[in-house]
């Protein structure tokens, strides 16, 4: 019979404020395998675990439960200090009488106590059961996946490679940078956006540590923490990136023009061209919707024009697989699809533009090289209205959350606005200004004070086309008075949403994500930057919109997270896992199709059901499954079970 | 109930003249109603401080001059002490008074005959001398 | 950049708190070595002193004492608390510094932590760590689960070093640990590099004329409310008023208090406040159904992920009022506080007598921030905030090499951006000992 | 030590016994208010119109005169202080403004008077200790609310006259006799001013307010120093009489009057007569006369 050691703690009053610990703890000390039985303020502090340590060593004990708060906060404090006295950790089991018991019970004193008994007799029993175990060890490649090519994935990557890691770095565009590439000054500071990105971008370009793969997506990915085993799509670019030297010829006789995304409406790019000009790489692509060759097999201009003979029209997707330790997802942002804004005539009024549109309006290698014109008439606009918390903040109807850029880049763009058109005037039709960041309230108020820009408290019903002129309907509710305004030019601060393609990403990296679409984090204060799946961190905008520099700083966070994670070439498993029973097994692999995390594989040679102890998370689905009650869990099993049901039945 | 924004009216010549007449920057205001907040005659003004110098910024020059707001103020400074911007609003308070002053359209001055008997004896000149350039109804 | 001698791979990180926890275990599992330097006897910084955080209101102290719990028993990390960082040469890979560890007037060594010494000592000076809302003993620890469970005493509250009497605590420790003559000692460590972590400090309310000076005993700052709130606080979670222990049936929260106000305090926005004041007035809602909650702002700043959503259901829920504009003056008027504030959105003056009135006062720097920017040679804005050596794409190198910041030393941030900082700032710290 | 002394227009009149007194209170104390020889009246607001030179002569005049005869000018009314000492630090920071203004004088003042109004001299000149020494009567029991007003403290970076939420120095003054100062919020609230020709009943409210404030923490009297309030809020006492019944009134009495009781002064000279409510029952009933 084990020599059991009963820990009872009081939690401050957490739990001596409803559960008598002293008399629990007397009557524990009567069982009579157990050994010691004791009580203290704090068990998990320094002297709590004091205690634990010397009964350990003068009784012998080979066996403890420790009566405090769930498992999930002090379970592995405990195991540590019981291995530190040479007990193998498992044989240490919490019995939770705070959450489970004190904190619920609080106006039934006595009852709580005999709960609390019961709870700490029940896991006796299961102590009495456990087996000896040791930590699985998992080997793990040291390398990285980062999915997604902007500001974020660069960052990430970048620390990673300086860290020593091998990076693998996939952009679904053909070049890098995401949404920073569109934008023409930075606020608050108001620094050109991308000759810093390009220089990053460049420096990733010819890192040896980086394995930069553009116009590609992740396919598949298997495994867990350590051993992912992911294919990758190398979608056709049709053009050979090695032999193409970026001369451009093929872009210039390109026959095609097609309204360009990246250019959100306002500029056009060739069937054959690059994402915008000096890109990082610097290499054309084919849209094969736009092509003349895909369409009707006419053309092939480029082809005869290219002097290296680089285009492929043949060219299939590649698969290419690879294994990755860890994974970055930083698959960034867009911008709440403005057609279904009505309200705001988006899509339907030319003058009618969202903030990346104006980015673009304002990049010195945009569509009108810097000027703010009209779309519709190429006018200078006198009026300007911007109107923010467009689809953000509105739960009834778009997304209840606040898009935190906007209030900043809106001001920075007024602000050049009035620089350019110094006769004219910005409205801006607000509820909350929001420049919380460093550095940003002082910019914006010196911004309003200098270049008079019109706050407007208040939000827009309406905006029609009046005859040339864009009619806002909005209010100012410091005045209570409609207010009406006929604009040249309005300007709306869209919600930022989860760029498209997450919520399958997610699923396939078995990561979770929220009705909106962003990327949950495990603890939102505590763990930021990990996702609750192991092995899949989180950066950028895709787990909630933010701005550039707290981007950074979250994906320089995942890199320090990896690190610390692949600093050891091995990595340690709980054994709490499933294990099947050989002579009890029929084979039948209905436990196979159950697993949720593919755990189990048939033994064809010997017919049976065998468990992949690194991917188990000991959810217990294939042991109800077991029609033949052929798998246990470790220190899990149906007898431990029954047996501590029946101390609560008795 | 409703008003009607264009650049022209925007800050107009109506708030460029009480900017410079006050030498504050209208634009600065904050809209926080601090001065309102701390105002010992707002009791009895139609509208706050903080709402007169919003209508002259929104070029609103009707309603800013037609209430009794800087008529009634006591320039006791209160205001001008916490404004968190730093705006003297008792100097807006006087410029709005000198814009309408200075126009010499306004006949309803308080006339001296119309006092109460024996008020002007009892009342020390000070009280008199610096009411000057503020008596309208 | 090779020297005579090695690359010391071993970092140190200055200030214990939150920021300061997460960058040195971010180290520490990397497999380097870490010593982290803090102020105070234990490690927590300000959380220690929070109930609940936003937007989650989980209890500060049980997702805080796993993090402090696992650094104090981290392999790698050697903890240096109760001191300060006297001096500092050298360069990024061979730093020199000094380190004043501060007199506890308690032999660390001998003491076990047993708390007899905090039962028996019969100090009750207005507690510093519960900004003076209760008593606070001469010998204390910051919490019961203090890491390091070692008590300090101070000097300026114990009956001993004030008149030279009482020695009560050298009488009750069973280990003869207490020791009145402890001198401040100092410590030299050679770090490859450094993250300076100070956190922030709160304007203490004295400094608002207009909102009596700190002299009306209801009048508290945030931090006050939070220590009000929390279970393990003077008043075990009661919301109880200072001066007379009644509970506050109409309760207002001023926001912007020194802060976005150039003229006369802060022109930056603290950017927290918004958040807490919510959490709190929410707080405040469950445990004082029938009070009412009013909350003067001048703009809501709730950007986080889920914050814009938890003022909102505190608002339709709770019914929590909040009104658009400043509050003037408030000043005392036979037992209750009257409150001149504005609502601009119907433009009238609102005049409110409360019980009680919580300030949400501006984010500044620590007192120390400037001096130990001094030593390490960085440069700070003119108000004492780190400044990092690029705003957006390098927010936590600065101009020194081999030393960066984390969290709010940086600027006022929430502990979300916090954590994430200081591991930025732990990732550059690998990256800058990998390289070498 | 003599300072140089501008009474200002009201002084001379209506608020003749705070002149008087002041001047009596002096002699005791040792130093003589030596009047300027030539003065105007000094335009009773300080012109906030950026524009208004023409307003800034009358008081520039004084302080070019004044700084012909001394180096300190002292005043009494808080209004007048306020608009000499506003125009000398406007003077004093303006060079453009000072030129014109120097221009219309036909003097060249350079802004180098100090400017102290009557309680300053007492306090940094002469010293509330000194004053302790000379009280002969210490108004032993007297409860006194100190009423600051408006132009003696704002605005602060002008006046520097005391703190600007919670000035102390008149409470020292009445320390300094050995009355019981009362604090009372409304201390530093307007009292409405020149309203009361305007609009009378908007001066009535804000003195009831402060009136109120101080008799409910106690005030049996209340002490000014400036005509113009102690016009609202002693004079106009008949007003709120009559809008808020139950309103007890209550003595307003200047600070020298105060002070010349003290020194022993025989309180026939202290020109109690123009109070408009009789303080004398309450001294009586205090033994103070």
């Known amino acids: 019979m084990k020599k ?182 930075t606020f608050p500071d108001l620094h050109p956006a991308l000759p810093d990105l390009l220089a990053k971008a460049r420096e990733i370009e010819g890192h040896p540590g980086i394995d930069l793969h553009c116009y590609s997506e992740m396919e598949d990915v298997k495994g867990y923490v350590g051993n992912f085993e992911l294919t990758i799509r190398k979608k056709a670019t049709h053009v050979d990136w090695e032999k193409c030297n970026g001369c451009g010829l093929c872009i210039r006789d390109c026959p095609v023009d097609y309204v360009s995304q990246f250019e959100r409406g306002l500029g056009v790019r ?232 997450v919520k399958d990403l997610a699923a396939k990296l078995r990561a979770t994500v929220d009705r909106h679409g962003f990327l949950t984090e495990a603890h939102i204060k505590l763990y930021p930057v990990e996702s609750s799946t192991k092995g899949i961190y989180l950066a950028g905008c895709g787990q909630s919109p933010k701005d550039i520099s707290d981007t950074v700083s979250q994906a320089s966070a995942t890199a320090s997270k990896i690190q610390a994670l692949l600093s050891t070439d091995k990595l340690l498993q709980d054994p709490l896992i499933a294990f099947v029973d050989e002579n009890i097994c029929s084979g039948c692999g209905i436990c196979v199709e159950i697993c949720p995390y593919e755990a189990r594989e048939m033994d064809s040679r010997r017919g049976i059901s065998v468990v992949h102890s690194a991917l188990c998370q000991g959810c217990g689905a294939c042991i109800a499954a077991c029609p033949n009650f052929a798998c246990e869990l470790r220190n899990s099993s149906s007898i431990q079970t029954l047996r501590m049901m029946d101390t609560f039945m008795t | 109930m409703k008003i009607e924004l264009t650049r022209h009216k925007v800050h107009n010549e109506f708030a460029k003249k009480v900017e410079l007449i006050s030498g504050q920057n209208l634009f600065a205001c904050y809209q926080c109603g601090n001065c309102t907040a701390g105002c010992p005659v707002a009791f009895a003004m139609e509208v706050g401080p903080h709402e007169v110098i919003r209508y002259t910024l929104l070029g609103l020059e009707e309603e800013a001059v037609g209430v009794n707001t800087f008529w009634l103020c006591a320039s006791c400074l209160q205001c001008t002490s916490r404004c968190p911007k730093g705006i003297d609003i008792a100097r807006v308070m006087d410029a709005l008074r000198s814009v309408v002053l200075r126009k010499k359209d306004r006949k309803d001055h308080i006339q001296i005959p119309k006092f109460p008997e024996g008020f002007l004896e009892r009342l020390p000149q000070i009280a008199f001398v610096s009411g000057f350039r503020k008596f309208l109804s | 950049m090779k020297n005579n001698g090695r690359f010391i791979k071993r970092a140190m990180v200055v200030g214990g708190g939150i920021a300061g926890i997460s960058a040195s275990i971010d180290i520490g599992n990397a497999g380097y070595d870490v010593i982290l330097v803090e102020k105070l006897p234990s490690i927590g910084g300000r959380m220690l002193q929070l109930s609940e955080t936003f937007p989650t209101l989980d209890c500060a102290q049980c997702t805080l004492t796993p993090k402090t719990v696992e650094t104090g028993q981290h392999p790698h990390i050697k903890l240096l608390t109760y001191s300060e960082v006297d001096g500092v040469e050298g360069k990024a890979g061979d730093f020199t510094v000094r380190v004043r560890r501060k007199a506890a007037y308690v032999d660390w060594e001998k003491c076990t932590g047993c708390g007899l010494c905090q039962e028996k000592c019969p100090s009750k000076k207005p507690s510093e760590f519960d900004r003076s809302m209760g008593p606070g003993k001469a010998i204390y620890t910051l919490s019961p689960q203090a890491v390091p469970n070692k008590p300090v005493i101070n000097p300026s509250n114990c009956r001993y070093f004030l008149e030279k009497k009482c020695r009560v605590c050298e009488k009750v420790c069973p280990v003869g640990a207490i020791d009145y003559e402890q001198q401040d000692r100092f410590v030299e460590e050679k770090v490859g590099a450094i993250i300076a972590a100070v956190g922030f400090d709160l304007t203490p309310k004295e400094a608002f004329g207009e909102y009596g000076y700190g002299v009306i005993p209801d009048v508290i700052d945030g931090l006050a ?211 070498n | 030590m003599d300072y140089l002394y501008f009474p200002g227009c009201t002084l001379y009149t209506k608020a003749k016994n705070l002149d008087q007194t002041a001047r009596d209170c002096s002699h005791l104390l040792g130093f003589e208010l030596k009047e300027i020889s030539n003065w105007t009246c000094c335009g009773a607001t300080f012109p906030l119109a950026t524009d208004n030179i023409m307003a800034l002569l009358p008081p520039s005049r004084i302080l070019a005169r004044a700084r012909q005869e001394g180096a300190i000018l002292t005043t009494l009314c808080a209004i007048c202080f306020n608009v000499i000492k506003r125009t000398n630090r406007l003077i004093q920071n303006d060079g453009e403004k000072r030129e014109k203004i120097n221009n219309f004088i036909e003097m060249n003042y350079q802004g180098d008077l100090r400017v102290l109004h009557y309680l300053e001299i007492l306090k940094q000149e002469i010293g509330f200790s000194k004053i302790k020494e000379r009280v002969k009567k210490p108004l032993a029991g007297l409860k006194a609310g ?76 209340v002490v000014s120093t400036c005509p113009m309030c102690t016009f609202n809020i002693d004079h106009k006492q008949s007003d709120i009489k009559e809008k808020y019944l139950g309103f007890k009134p209550i003595p307003v009495l200047y600070f020298t009057q105060l002070l010349g009781m003290a020194m022993g002064l025989d309180y026939q000279t202290l020109g109690f007569g123009q109070n408009f409510v009789d303080p004398l029952p309450l001294l009586k009933e205090k033994g103070f006369i």
């Not at chain 1, 705001?344 to 969202?354: A, L, Q, R």
Request: proline content about 4%.
């Open chain 3, 225 to 435: 409310f939070e220590r009000l709130n929390s279970a393990s606080g003077p008043t075990t979670g009661e919301i109880r008023r200072p001066s007379d222990g009644k509970i506050p049936k109409e309760v207002v929260f001023i926001q912007c208090t020194g802060s976005r106000d150039p003229e006369r305090y802060m022109p930056y926005c603290s950017r927290v406040c918004c958040m807490y004041t919510a959490k709190h007035a929410r707080l405040y809602k469950h445990k004082v159904h029938d009070g009412q909650v009013y909350i003067f702002y001048m703009d809501i700043r709730s950007t986080g992920k889920g914050y814009e959503e938890f003022i909102q259901q505190g608002m339709e829920e709770e019914g929590i009022l909040y009104l658009r504009g400043r509050v003037s003056r408030i000043f005392r008027d036979d037992g209750k506080i009257v409150v001149w504030g504005v609502d601009t959105l119907t433009g009238k003056k609102v005049e409110v007598s409360a019980d009680m009135v919580v300030l949400a006062t501006a984010i500044i720097p620590q007192a120390e921030a400037k001096g130990l920017a001094q030593k390490l040679g960085i440069n700070t804005d003119d108000y004492g905030f780190f400044t990092e050596v690029e705003r957006k794409l390098r927010p936590v190198e600065t101009n020194m090499e081999g030393i960066y910041i984390a969290g709010c030393a940086q600027g006022p941030k929430d502990i979300a951006d916090a954590v994430a900082h200081a591991n930025a700032s732990a990732s550059k710290v690998q990256g800058l000992f990998a390289k």
């Open chain 4, 146 to 221: 100190a009423y600051y007003g408006c132009m003696l403290l704002r605005p602060f970076d002008e006046m520097g006259f005391d703190d600007k939420e919670r000035p102390t120095l008149f409470e020292e003054f009445l320390e300094a006799m050995g009355a019981e100062p009362v604090d009372f919020p409304y201390k530093i609230e307007c009292c409405g001013s020149f309203q009361s020709v305007g609009s009378p009943e908007v001066a009535t409210e804000c003195s009831y307010k402060i009136l109120g404030s101080a008799i409910k923490n106690g005030a049996e009297v």
């Open chain 1, 4 to 185: 059991l050691g009963v820990f009872i703690c009081h939690c401050g009053v957490n739990i001596a404020g409803t559960v008598d610990v002293k008399s629990a703890a007397g009557k524990m000390g009567e069982v009579e395998d157990v050994a010691h039985s004791a009580d203290y303020i704090y068990m998990c502090s320094e002297p709590g675990q004091q205690i634990i340590r010397e009964a350990i060593r003068e009784k012998e004990l080979e066996g403890v439960v420790v009566a405090c708060c769930s498992p999930s906060m002090h379970e592995n404090t405990f195991r540590k200090a019981v291995k530190s006295e040479g007990m193998n950790p498992y044989l240490c089991e919490i019995a939770n009488i705070r959450e489970q018991c004190s904190w619920v019970h609080q106006k039934e004193k006595e009852k709580a106590t005999e709960k609390a008994e019961e709870i700490i007799l029940a896991t006796l029993e299961k102590v009495r059961e456990n087996e000896k175990l040791e930590a699985i060890s998992v080997s793990i490649n040291r390398s990285v996946l980062v999915i997604g090519g902007g500001i974020a994935g660069m960052t990430a990557a970048l620390d990673l490679a300086v860290g020593g890691y091998e990076v693998t770095l996939i952009e679904r565009e053909q070049a890098l940078g995401g949404h920073m590439t569109q934008l023409s000054k």
């Open chain 1, 270 to 501: 060739k069937a054959i061209d690059l994402l915008y000009s000096h890109s990082v790489p610097n290499k054309p692509v084919i849209h094969r919707s736009h092509c003349r060759y895909f369409i009707d097999g006419s053309c092939r201009k480029c082809e005869e024009v290219c002097p290296e003979k680089a285009i492929r029209f043949k060219q299939k997707d590649e698969r290419i697989g690879k294994k990755v330790g860890a994974i970055v997802v930083a698959t960034g942002f867009d911008l709440y699809p403005g057609e279904r804004l009505g309200e705001y005539g988006y899509g339907e009024i030319p003058d009618v533009i969202d903030g990346l549109a104006l980015e673009r309006m304002l990049s010195v290698d945009g569509p009108t090289k810097g000027k703010i014109i009209r779309p519709s008439d190429g006018k200078v606009p006198k009026e300007m209205v911007f109107i923010q918390c467009v689809a953000s903040r509105d739960p009834d109807r778009y997304m209840p959350y606040c898009s935190r850029i906007c209030c900043m880049y809106t001001a920075k763009q007024a602000k050049i606005y009035k620089e350019q058109v110094p006769d004219g005037q910005p409205y801006i039709f607000y509820m909350d200004i929001r420049s919380d960041g460093k550095g940003y309230e002082e910019f914006l108020q010196k911004t309003i004070e200098e270049k008079g820009l019109l706050y407007l408290r208040g939000r827009v019903s309406r905006v029609f086309q009046d005859d040339g002129k864009v009619r806002v309907l909005g209010v100012d509710t410091l005045t209570g008075k409609m207010v009406e305004v006929a604009a040249d030019m309005v300007v709306l601060a869209t919600a930022v949403v989860p760029s498209d393609g």
